[in-house]
């Protein structure tokens, strides 16, 4: 799959790497962020926070969007 914003660009060179889990665009390697995300697993009274974050994959605008105020 190609790139969304690529294609938008008339670049038609780049292939996609991902998957933008925010709009479900396609996203190559110079269009995406790879963000750190908390895993929060409820286990009664213990830790319900896991000690590694995940990663997530959002394209560029999708990224702005969320770092914005």
């Known amino acids: 799959m190609k790139c969304?914003?690529?294609?938008?660009?008339?670049?038609?060179?780049?292939?996609?790497?991902?998957?933008c889990t925010r709009c479900g665009l396609?996203?190559?390697?110079?269009?995406?962020?790879?963000?750190?995300?908390?895993v929060h697993q409820p286990k009664g009274l213990g830790r319900a926070t896991s000690r590694l974050p995940a990663r997530?994959?959002?394209c560029a605008t999708c990224h702005t969007a969320?770092?914005?105020?």
């Open 4 to 19: 969304y914003d690529c294609v938008q660009e008339a670049r038609h060179d780049s292939e996609g790497i991902g998957v």
């Open 26 to 38: 396609f996203t190559c390697a110079d269009h995406s962020r790879v963000v750190r995300l908390p």
């Open 56 to 58: 997530r994959v959002v």
């Open 66 to 69: 969320e770092t914005t105020d």
